[in-house]
């Protein structure tokens, strides 16, 4: 079993930055693909970035590339999402997960593909 705790979130004006953290429970935590997801009110949940075990390979959202980074350090069990220049339409409840498979193909992009998910981390951005 993992259990995955996101922080980091907060209140930020247009232009500004966070770096959210998602620490992962678990002995073989290290080792699982990780993404990141997002949710605003009335919306569907949208894939943000994923990254592979060893954190060579990532993948962002055509809607944050170039503003948002995601990062690991398997020797904390954590992954990081760097978010700079955040707009008004970034704002949402932003999640992590993990996931007991490799990516194949583009499925890092399925949400249905993760095992476990965290509880969520609020990140509101003001114009």
């Known amino acids: 079993q993992v259990q995955l705790e996101e922080s980091g979130g907060g209140l930020v004006q247009a232009g500004g930055s966070l770096r959210l953290s998602c620490v992962a429970s678990?002995?073989?935590?290290?080792?699982?693909?990780m993404g990141w997801f997002r949710q605003a009110p009335g919306k569907e949940r949208e894939f943000v970035a994923a990254?592979?075990?060893?954190?060579?390979?990532?993948f962002y959202a055509d809607s944050v590339k170039g503003r948002f980074t995601v990062s690991r350090v398997n020797a904390k069990n954590t992954v990081y999402l760097q978010m700079n220049s955040l707009k008004p339409e970034d704002t949402a409840v932003y999640y992590c997960?993990?996931?007991?498979?490799?990516?194949?193909?583009?499925?890092?992009?399925?949400?249905?593909?993760?095992?476990?998910w965290g509880q969520g981390t609020q990140v509101t951005v003001s114009s």
């Open positions: 990254i592979s075990s060893s954190g060579r390979n990532t």
């Open positions: 678990g002995r073989t935590a290290s080792t699982y693909p």
């Open positions: 997960a993990a996931r007991t498979s490799y990516f194949q193909n583009s499925d890092y992009r399925e949400g249905d593909r993760y095992d476990y």
